[in-house]
């Protein structure tokens, strides 16, 4: 789950650049980024590229824009991306993130959307696919674990993953789908464990020619130049475990002449919080598991 924003504007870009009391918008009257006279920043306020050198912004595009009371962030705040699409939409309620929160992709289409309270998500839950269709659709309890039926698809929008879960943890029957719709697997769990002797696996009944050949096919996940193992000299055979530069996992499983080829990949967004946990079966990608909270 890519999540690129509370972070940022929570910690904000704005104690630099200050050195008038306000600004005026360009080509309008309305002044704005005003700092009252005990120095605390009040009403709408507007990052542009200026204020953030370095970045991929010209200095008279729109960066960020909201509202101040009292010296802390209040209603709704907006984040760009350089392209002019809107990266992220935030309801902040006395200076920290309270309420409806969205993510977008940089194309525009949403890729996150729920309640976000106490820096966590609560309630209800989607993250989509790049290309619009819903990839999870969670239920958070008010700790911010899943509670109650969740559901994983597919990108095609068919359900990759149904089942329940109590206080974060697989609880009763899981389901899993190929993703022509058909049952894949029936397993049950108690508090996050599966019984092994309850699996179920059911094979396809469509089989497609070249969907077998694309998935042969399929590139092998790329390791990336920060990733490496605890200790000892890089060796990509065998079994390994990654590390970032933040030092959380990113592969655990095995290796073959320097390709991931078992196990499961970690991906982290900006801010380093989990998103997906991917998983690789003979160098190739065969669907996500699920992120414990």
């Known amino acids: 789950m890519r999540f690129t924003l509370f972070l940022a504007l929570s910690l904000g870009y704005l104690n630099t650049y200050l050195s008038q009391s306000y600004e005026v918008l360009p080509n309008s009257t309305d002044t704005i980024n005003y700092i009252d006279q005990l120095g605390k920043k009040q009403g709408k306020w507007v990052l542009f590229g200026k204020h953030k050198p370095n970045t991929c912004y010209t200095p008279s595009q729109k960066a960020e824009e909201g509202a101040y009371a009292e010296n802390r962030k209040t209603g709704i705040w907006m984040e760009y991306f350089c392209n002019g699409n809107t990266k992220n939409k935030v309801t902040f309620v006395n200076g920290r993130p309270n309420g409806y929160a969205v993510i977008f992709h940089e194309n525009g289409k949403i890729e996150e959307e729920g309640q976000w309270k106490n820096n966590r998500w609560v309630g209800n839950f989607k993250q989509y696919y790049d290309n619009g269709q819903v990839q999870h659709e969670f239920k958070f309890n008010a700790a911010g674990k899943r509670e109650g039926v969740q559901t994983y698809k597919y990108e095609n929008g068919e359900v ?78 065998g079994k390994q475990t990654l590390y970032n530069k933040n030092k959380q996992v990113t592969k655990d499983g095995l290796f073959k002449d320097n390709r991931f080829m078992d196990g499961k990949a970690y991906i982290y967004n900006e801010n380093g919080i989990l998103t997906q946990v991917a998983v690789y079966k003979n160098g190739i990608y065969v669907g996500d598991s699920p992120i414990e909270n």
């Open 160 to 237: 990759a993953v149904q089942g329940n879960f109590i206080d974060g943890k697989e609880a009763g029957l899981i389901k899993e789908f190929h993703e022509n719709g058909q049952l894949k697997a029936e397993k049950k769990y108690n508090n996050g464990s599966v019984d092994v002797a309850s699996i179920k696996t059911f094979e396809s009944t469509e089989k497609i020619a070249k969907k077998v050949e694309a998935v042969d096919n399929a590139p092998k996940i790329a390791i990336k130049a920060d990733e490496k193992p605890a200790k000892g000299p890089l060796v990509l055979n």
